[in-house]
């Protein structure tokens, strides 16, 4: 039996993405999301919505899933053996947006609740989230912006929260085999029930609601930066990178595909194009060159 829980954790999780999908478009100006609502025949389902072809992003992806299933996916039960062979209900916001201009970066967010139950016992509930940014030109002012809205959305939560949850990310976010971080990072949590449930909540909303006031005014500074096909090539190369992260290393891929979710909501995060060039090193001393030197964790605040 699922707990009233869930239904609070519902409705803030369909606002919020309705709050971001109309940010979005107003700051795009000229395309609109699509919205394919979906049943999973295991149990539950969602909406996933995409703008694509717009006059900022490529492509925007937003999804809300609220799913449940018999017994939990190894993905979910790695960590806490002893739920393993519960019953789950998962429900998330998760987002990834690809923009047009490679002075714009690259981002995702994600904000999810599970609760894994049992007959005759209380379910076991943890959150987890966040969002990080993938530059391809990165601008110091901009990354200490994102960086500064993380602290200030932590700091009612404690002031050792925002350095765990922004070395969470570095950790999290981070290619082994390229040895490189995705991008300059942000905030990662996972398995929070520390404090309670109306903490965690509250802490998961801050960090939803957070994220427009992170990312969209580096949009609106980056948007209309001039740029050409050298730079162009670059972004659709290092989109690779994302491409790897998402489908070697990331949980909540995993998570999705093991637990027979719905492929094209799964891997709406993958861009719309991309490339990749055999042993491309950039030349020294160029700005491409230059993104080297931010793809290792740094304090920005």
């Known amino acids: ?13 369909r606002a919020l993405q309705d709050r971001i999908c109309a940010a979005i478009e107003v700051a795009d100006g000229a395309a609109r999301f699509r919205e394919d ?16 072809d717009g006059q900022v992003f490529e492509q925007a992806g937003i999804g809300f899933s609220r799913v449940r299933g018999p017994r939990l996916p190894p993905a979910a039960s790695a960590r806490r053996p002893e739920i393993a062979g519960r019953s789950w209900t998962a429900l998330g916001v998760s987002l990834v947006f690809h923009p047009r201009n490679p002075h714009v970066p690259t981002t995702h967010m994600n904000v999810r609740y599970f609760e894994a139950q049992a007959d005759g016992e209380l379910p076991v509930w943890w959150f987890g989230g966040g969002f990080d940014l993938t530059p391809f030109y990165p601008r110091d002012e901009d990354v200490r912006h994102w960086h500064r809205v993380a602290r200030d959305l932590c700091a009612p939560f404690g002031e050792e929260i925002y350095p765990r949850c ?8 981070y290619l082994k085999h390229r040895n490189e971080t995705r991008g300059v990072g942000g905030l990662f949590f996972d398995d929070l029930d520390e404090g309670g449930f109306e903490r965690c909540f509250a802490f998961m909303q801050a960090v939803g609601n957070g994220f427009l006031d992170a990312y969209l005014p580096i949009v609106a500074l980056r948007r209309d930066e001039a740029y050409g096909d050298t ?13 790897e992260f998402n489908l070697v290393y990331d949980r909540g891929t995993l998570f999705g595909l093991q637990s027979g979710g719905r492929t094209e909501s799964i891997l709406m995060s993958l861009p719309p194009r991309v490339r990749f060039e055999y042993a491309y090193k950039p030349a020294a001393g160029t700005a ?3 993104l080297a030197d931010y793809l290792v964790p740094r304090d920005w605040v």
């Open 37 to 52: 609502a979906w049943q999973r025949d295991e149990g539950g389902g969602g909406r996933t919505r995409v703008l694509a």
């Open 166 to 173: 922004k070395r969470w990310c570095d950790e999290y976010f």
């Open 231 to 243: 730079e162009r090539e670059f972004q659709l190369y290092r989109r690779g990178r994302y491409v």
């Open 288 to 290: 491409e060159a230059r």
């Open 1 to 13: 039996m699922q707990s009233g829980q869930i239904e609070r954790v519902d409705g803030f999780l």
